[in-house]
């Protein structure tokens, strides 16, 4: 057999080869986009799965990278102003390459390009596209690029971004393929678990409107409802910080009735200007006003949170009678936190409508509580001096005409010391009248009530409570000036016996005469030290010298020490 016959009858041989590889790849290409398409079920399936939209996101960015051999993967979400990333999650990098790069970005350069043209991009060479420009110092270096954008019910969420795929290897149109499949499942995952997220937040607005309202049948007192509103925004929000202002008298100004989170000591009973204030500007508007960076926002420079360093913030008015705010929830989040986004404020709308309607019950609750208080007062006030003063000077009386006829001069005495303590009494009971009468809106100004309160204050001090009398028109003929110093003295007096007297009685007496106010305090102490220091005491002279008054001290017969403070009253 010659050469060409050897030669022509290997050709079938050789075809069949190379058919035989041929198919071979092709069984190979099919085995591969089998695994590749259950890679991609299973991706998909995994992503539907998770309920929680962080670990959604989370699950979504690494079944990118995997189904692409990509070495980086990035999730930008696109933020309320539809122009910057509000967040961004990454797959390839350790935390320490993270902080090393700083800051995450904010959707310039390459990845805004997506933002502003959301459509698939490849690219073989990253660095050659005109929107990209240099990394940040310690980024890692980058070739490949593959970006596909991700829709939630036909509106942009984000980006998914990814780099370098593995082996020097670019993008083909079946990575991109595949990625875009991927983001349609997403952007249904990502729906469903803000539909998830949105009944479970609405669940919790509603349980803690529930809960105020309970509070309310309860007998909650304002303050408490007011805690309980700070408490449950701030949970419900993840808020760093709830304040609740109230609009001062005069307008102008708002006063923070309650604070939580952060410098509460700092923050609690702060004046605000309602100018160039978060909380203002929503009391003034009478609508929800929010911020992205409440700590640098040009319009809020008259805000003293700022100093706090916070981030995203939203102000809600709680309550509109007559045109008037009752009051103003803020809430504020870290910097680099999510904004609060109108889904979000929506239930709190809600829930502060909620509040307002607790507050304002609260309120008319305590001035039914107080018109009952005052009325009971009234009829107490009535009934002592009616009865009990008509009694007792009556009896005094009575005592007197008969100790003419007692001629036992022991006796005699007994009767008449008698007459004089019932005259005292008379005179207790006549101070009480006048302070059962006082109204609110001179009960906490008035100088009877200032002296109550400072008695009542040093209780705990002295352990005991002392005796207290007051006589005269103290809450009128008395100036403020004066009532300042005489509190003032009051309170000093009373610290003095109970860190230096050691005394187990304390006796107050406070009258106006007419033409002076006269405050006497006088205990069972061990007296005044001949050596002891006098600074606390020349300070209450000072006071007294001042007003033309005077200051007086002396040791009873019994023991202890009387301290008789005096000033004019004046024309």
């Given at each position: 057999?010659?050469?060409?016959?050897?030669?022509?009858?290997?050709?079938?041989?050789?075809?069949?080869?190379?058919?035989?590889?041929?198919?071979?790849?092709?069984?190979?290409?099919?085995?591969?986009?089998?695994?590749?398409?259950?890679?991609?079920?299973?991706?998909?399936?995994?992503?539907?799965?998770?309920?929680?939209?962080?670990?959604?996101?989370?699950?979504?960015?690494?079944?990118?990278?995997?189904?692409?051999?990509?070495?980086?993967?990035?999730?930008?979400?696109?933020?309320?102003?539809?122009?910057?990333?509000?967040?961004?999650?990454?797959?390839?990098?350790?935390?320490?390459e993270i902080a090393a790069i700083g800051?995450?970005?904010?959707?310039?350069?390459?990845?805004?390009?997506?933002?502003?043209?959301?459509?698939?991009?490849?690219?073989?060479?990253?660095?050659?596209?005109?929107?990209?420009?240099?990394?940040?110092?310690?980024?890692?270096?980058?070739?490949?690029?593959?970006?596909?954008?991700?829709?939630?019910?036909?509106?942009?969420?984000?980006?998914?971004?990814?780099?370098?795929?593995?082996?020097?290897?670019?993008?083909?149109?079946?990575?991109?393929?595949?990625?875009?499949?991927?983001?349609?499942?997403?952007?249904?995952?990502?729906?469903?678990?803000?539909?998830?997220?949105?009944?479970?937040?609405?669940?919790?607005?509603?349980?803690?409107?529930?809960?105020?309202?309970?509070?309310?049948?309860?007998?909650?007192?304002?303050?408490?409802?007011?805690?309980?509103?700070?408490?449950?925004?701030?949970?419900?929000?993840?808020?760093?910080?709830?304040?609740?202002?109230?609009?001062?008298?005069?307008?102008?100004?708002?006063?923070?009735?309650?604070?939580?989170?952060?410098?509460?000591?700092?923050?609690?009973?702060?004046?605000?200007?309602?100018?160039?204030?978060?909380?203002?500007?929503?009391?003034?508007?009478?609508?929800?006003?929010?911020?992205?960076?409440?700590?640098?926002?040009?319009?809020?420079?008259?805000?003293?949170?700022?100093?706090?360093?916070?981030?995203?913030?939203?102000?809600?008015?709680?309550?509109?009678?007559?045109?008037?705010?009752?009051?103003?929830?803020?809430?504020?989040?870290?910097?680099?936190?999510?904004?609060?986004?109108?889904?979000?404020?929506?239930?709190?709308?809600?829930?502060?409508?909620?509040?307002?309607?607790?507050?304002?019950?609260?309120?008319?609750?305590?001035?039914?509580?107080?018109?009952?208080?005052?009325?009971?007062?009234?009829?107490?006030?009535?009934?002592?001096?009616?009865?009990?003063?008509?009694?007792?000077?009556?009896?005094?009386?009575?005592?007197?005409?008969?100790?003419?006829?007692?001629?036992?001069?022991?006796?005699?005495?007994?009767?008449?010391?008698?007459?004089?303590?019932?005259d005292e009494t008379i005179k207790i009971?006549?101070?009480?009248?006048?302070?059962?009468?006082?109204?609110?809106?001179?009960?906490?100004?008035?100088?009877?009530?200032?002296?109550?309160?400072?008695?009542?204050?040093?209780?705990?001090?002295?352990?005991?409570?002392?005796?207290?009398?007051?006589?005269?028109?103290?809450?009128?003929?008395?100036?403020?000036?004066?009532?300042?110093?005489?509190?003032?003295?009051?309170?000093?007096?009373?610290?003095?016996?109970?860190?230096?007297?050691?005394?187990?009685?304390?006796?107050?007496?406070?009258?106006?005469?007419?033409?002076?106010?006269?405050?006497?305090?006088?205990?069972?102490?061990?007296?005044?030290?001949?050596?002891?220091?006098?600074?606390?005491?020349?300070?209450?002279?000072?006071?007294?010298?001042?007003?033309?008054?005077?200051?007086?001290?002396?040791?009873?017969?019994?023991?202890?020490?009387?301290?008789?403070?005096?000033?004019?009253?004046?024309?």
């Open positions: 057999m010659g050469g060409d016959d050897v030669a022509r009858s290997r050709i079938p041989q050789l075809r069949l080869d190379e058919l035989l590889e041929e198919l071979q790849a092709r069984i190979d290409a099919a085995r591969g986009t089998r695994d590749r398409v259950h890679s991609l079920l299973e991706a998909v399936l995994s992503v539907g799965r998770e309920l929680d939209l962080t670990q959604a996101l989370r699950r979504i960015v690494e079944a990118a990278a995997v189904l692409v051999d990509a070495r980086y993967a990035a999730l930008g979400v696109i933020g309320p102003d539809g122009e910057s990333l509000s967040e961004f999650l990454t797959v390839g990098m350790s935390q320490e800051p995450y970005p904010k959707g310039k350069g390459l990845l805004g390009e997506l933002i502003s043209h959301p459509e698939a991009l490849r690219l073989e060479d990253l660095s050659q596209h005109r929107a990209s420009y240099g990394f940040p110092a310690n980024h890692p270096p980058m070739r490949t690029f593959l970006g596909v954008p991700v829709r939630v019910r036909e509106e942009v969420f984000g980006n998914l971004y990814l780099t370098d795929k593995r082996g020097g290897e670019e993008f083909d149109a079946d990575d991109e393929s595949v990625i875009a499949t991927l983001a349609v499942a997403a952007g249904v995952a990502i729906d469903n678990a803000r539909l998830y997220e949105e009944a479970q937040r609405q669940q919790r607005w509603l349980s803690a409107s529930a809960e105020i309202t309970r509070s309310l049948l309860s007998g909650s007192s304002r303050v408490r409802v007011v805690e309980l509103i700070a408490q449950r925004a701030r949970e419900i929000t993840g808020a760093a910080l709830a304040d609740v202002v109230v609009p001062e008298a005069g307008g102008g100004t708002l006063k923070v009735e309650f604070a939580l989170g952060g410098d509460t000591g700092r923050r609690t009973g702060l004046v605000v200007a309602s100018e160039g204030t978060l909380s203002g500007a929503a009391c003034t508007g009478g609508a929800s006003v929010t911020t992205s960076d409440l700590a640098t926002d040009a319009r809020l420079a008259g805000d003293p949170r700022r100093a706090e360093g916070l981030g995203p913030a939203v102000a809600v008015p709680l309550g509109r009678r007559e045109g008037h705010i009752d009051a103003v929830l803020l809430l504020a989040r870290r910097p680099g936190e999510a904004l609060f986004s109108e889904r979000e404020i929506e239930p709190l709308l809600g829930f502060a409508d909620q509040a307002a309607l607790g507050l304002e019950l609260a309120s008319r609750r305590r001035d039914a509580e107080q018109l009952a208080m005052l009325e009971d007062r009234d009829r107490i006030a009535r009934d002592l001096h009616d009865l009990a003063i008509q009694r007792l000077f009556a009896t005094g009386m009575t005592l007197q005409s008969a100790a003419r006829f007692i001629e036992h001069p022991g006796a005699s005495d007994r009767v008449l010391r008698a007459v004089g303590d019932l009971i006549r101070s009480t009248i006048f302070g059962l009468q006082a109204r609110d809106d001179t009960a906490g100004s008035g100088l009877r009530a200032r002296a109550v309160k400072a008695v009542e204050t040093a209780q705990a001090a002295l352990g005991f409570a002392p005796r207290l009398s007051m006589e005269g028109l103290l809450d009128t003929d008395v100036p403020t000036a004066v009532a300042d110093h005489v509190v003032a003295v009051l309170g000093e007096a009373l610290s003095n016996a109970a860190r230096h007297a050691g005394a187990g009685r304390v006796e107050v007496v406070l009258q106006a005469t007419g033409t002076q106010v006269v405050l006497t305090v006088q205990d069972d102490g061990v007296g005044i030290p001949a050596q002891g220091r006098r600074s606390g005491l020349r300070n209450l002279a000072e006071r007294a010298e001042g007003l033309g008054g005077a200051l007086e001290l002396s040791s009873p017969p019994g023991g202890g020490a009387r301290l008789v403070w005096s000033a004019p009253l004046g024309d």
